[in-house]
């Protein structure tokens, strides 16, 4: 008896003080965690404030980009993998301008025809931290050029010649401006990059639509229900739009100027809709698309895009066409080159300065804001 009471009284006695141990080390856990989250808080906070830290979260993110895309790929599809350059060292042309506070990238839209690729849109992209601002530049692929190594003709010849560095090097060579590096991607990959985003707002014309209901440009019959007037369209359609040549655009452009310019668009729509997303929208969509892209970038030139985007708060997208009004002439069977586009380099490659480099416009500021 006298042994059983003992025990009672002793569980009695010590279950309050487990369970206060117990307690004690909840809470002190509870503490250990609670300090856990907030020191990572404070170390989150400090990298976002210090310029540093934002920089070191810029090659975080540039990392996991650069592996995340596709380079060293056969992107002329005649069987041999293109080796990518050095971006920012590759120096073929030394008359190729180049200025600290710009970053050209050149865009290229690549179609599949008969177990070839070819080059169906190209665009240099050009981030300015002068003036805040991306510029796309359209070239019409028509254009008669000297391509280094063969006769001159079309430029999207350069590209079945001798892929993305061909035609990098021919642009260099022709319009004087240093290309930092290349991206690709197809317009398979465009339509998923497009639905990815839930669609993109284009305004057509009613010949425009029209023309887009009774065709095959929309590959897929039911979503050949586009109408006139500001609409969202799906990736299907906006592929659709970008290929149209045979109707004008809104501001009156046709043929291939309306073609180049229709695709402009698109790309500044899809800038658009990207700046509307929230952070965890963008980081999911940013997943499922790095995939589609093809490119030489490397993990610096990503940082330090990523850097002068987020940095100069660069907001805003804007877009010209090369060659410009009034520096051209189009001439049919041109030097057994078939229809092209003839242009005054020296005229383009000044408007690209000033389109580009600025060249000109701080002058003008001047001039406008000083006192008379």
């Known amino acids: 008896m006298e042994r059983g009471f003992s025990m009672k009284r002793y569980n009695e006695v010590q279950q309050p003080q487990n369970n206060r141990k117990k307690k004690k080390r909840f809470s002190k856990a509870l503490r250990n965690m609670l300090l856990l989250c907030l020191s990572f808080l404070i170390i989150l906070i400090g990298l976002l404030v210090s310029k540093p830290g934002r920089r070191l979260i810029y090659g975080w993110m540039a990392n996991y980009i650069s592996g995340a895309v596709n380079t ?13 350059f050095e971006g920012l060292t590759h120096d073929v042309n030394p008359d190729a301008r180049k200025e600290d ?25 050009s ?17 008669y050029v000297d391509i280094p190594g ?15 560095q061909m035609l990098v090097d021919t642009i260099e060579k022709n319009f004087k401006i240093h290309i930092d590096a290349y991206a690709s991607v197809g317009f398979d990959s465009l339509e998923k990059i497009v639905d990815l985003l839930g669609g993109v707002e284009i305004e057509l014309g009613k010949k425009e639509a029209e023309y887009l209901r009774k065709t095959n440009y929309i590959s897929k019959p039911q979503y050949r229900n586009v109408k006139e007037g500001l609409q969202t369209l799906n990736g299907n359609q906006v592929v659709g739009y970008c290929r149209v040549r045979k109707v004008e655009t809104l501001e009156g ?6 073609r180049t310019l229709r695709q402009r668009k698109v790309l500044k ?3 658009e809709k ?20 093809d490119t030489n970038l490397t993990s610096a030139q990503i940082r330090k895009a990523l850097e002068d985007v987020i940095e100069n708060g660069i907001m805003t997208m804007e877009s010209e066409r090369i060659p410009v009004n009034g520096a051209f002439t189009e001439q049919k069977n041109y ?13 383009n490659v000044q408007a690209m300065y000033e389109f580009i480099y600025l060249d000109g416009k701080e002058e003008t500021t001047q001039e406008t804001s000083s006192p008379k």
Not at 101 to 125: C, F, K, P, Q, W
Not at 159 to 164: D, E, L, P, Q
Request: a positive charge; one cysteine or more; proline letters at 1%.
């Open 274 to 293: 990207y700046k509307t997303q929230n952070v965890v929208k963008l980081v999911s969509i940013m997943n499922q698309c790095l995939g589609y892209v």
């Open 101 to 125: 506070y710009v970053t050209n990238i050149l865009l290229m839209g690549i179609e599949s025809i008969n177990g070839g690729n070819r080059t169906d849109s190209m665009m240099i992209a």
């Open 269 to 271: 729509a899809i800038f």
């Open 72 to 84: 060293g790929k056969d992107l002329d599809g005649d069987g041999i993998v293109d080796m990518t």
């Open 335 to 347: 030097k057994g080159a078939g229809w092209v586009l003839v242009p005054d380099l020296e005229k």
């Open 253 to 258: 452009a046709n043929s291939d100027y309306g």
């Open 127 to 143: 981030i300015n931290t002068k003036d805040k601002t991306i510029k796309l530049t359209s070239l019409m692929r028509d254009m």
């Open 150 to 164: 063969y006769k001159g003709s079309k430029l999207n010849a350069a590209y079945s010649k001798g892929g993305a």
